[in-house]
C-alpha cells in the first residue's frame, strides 16, 4: 500500500469533507420531508466540524511543522445520532416519511461518499506517524461509520419500513 505524506492526507480529507458539507446542505434544501432536511442538516454540521479540525491540523503542520491535540481541534459534542434521535429509535424518528426517488438518490450518493471517505481514513490513519494525527483520523473513522449507518437505515426504511422496524425493534412474534 502506498503511504500518504500527513500534508496530501490533510488536503485530500479537507477536500472531502467540503465536497458532503456542500452535498448535505444541497440536499437538505431538496428534501420534501422535515425529517430528512433534520439528517441532512446534521450531517452537514457534522462535516463543518470536521472541516475546522482538519484546517487546524494543516495550520499547525504549514506553521510549525506540529500537529494539535485532538481535543484542542475539535471541540466536544453529542454525536449526530443523540442529536436526531432524542430518546427515540431511529423507526420512531423515521415514521410517517415516504421515499421519493430523488431523496433515495441522495441517500443512495451519502452512502457512497461516507464510505470513500471511511476507506480514505483508513488508508491515511495507516499511513501516518503523527499520534496526534492518528486520533483525528480513528475520530473521523468513527463518524463516516456512524453516518453511513444512519443513513443506511433511514434508506432501508424509506425502501421498506416494516423491515426496519423487525431490524430494530425486535417484535415478538406469536405462531
Do not use: C, W
Not at 500500500?1 to 437538505?28: H, P, Q, V
Not at 494543516?58 to 453529542?78: C, D, E, L, Q, Y
Not at 453516518?147 to 443506511?152: D, G, N
Request: glycine letters at 4%; charged letters at 30%.
Amino acid at each position: 500500500m502506498a503511504r500518504i505524506t500527513l500534508k496530501d492526507a490533510l488536503a485530500k480529507s479537507l477536500e472531502m469533507e467540503e465536497a458532503g458539507f456542500s452535498f448535505y446542505n444541497i440536499a437538505a434544501k431538496k428534501t420534501a420531508s422535515s425529517t430528512g432536511r433534520n439528517i441532512f442538516k446534521a450531517l452537514a454540521e457534522d462535516e463543518k466540524r470536521h472541516i475546522e479540525a482538519i484546517k487546524k491540523y494543516s495550520v499547525g503542520v504549514i506553521k510549525n511543522n506540529k500537529t494539535p491535540k485532538f481535543s484542542t481541534a475539535m471541540p466536544a459534542h453529542k454525536n449526530i445520532k443523540e442529536r436526531l434521535l432524542f430518546g427515540s429509535g431511529v423507526v420512531k424518528m423515521l415514521a410517517g416519511v415516504n421515499a421519493e426517488s430523488d431523496e433515495l438518490k441522495a441517500y443512495e450518493i451519502a452512502m457512497k461518499m461516507e464510505t470513500d471517505g471511511y476507506n480514505f481514513y483508513k488508508k491515511a490513519h495507516d499511513s501516518i506517524d503523527d499520534s496526534n494525527t492518528k486520533d483525528l483520523y480513528e475520530f473521523l473513522i468513527s463518524e463516516e461509520k456512524t453516518h453511513y449507518t444512519l443513513i443506511f437505515d433511514t434508506y432501508e426504511y424509506l425502501k421498506n419500513p416494516q423491515d426496519l422496524f423487525f431490524k430494530n425493534e425486535k417484535p415478538v412474534i406469536e405462531g
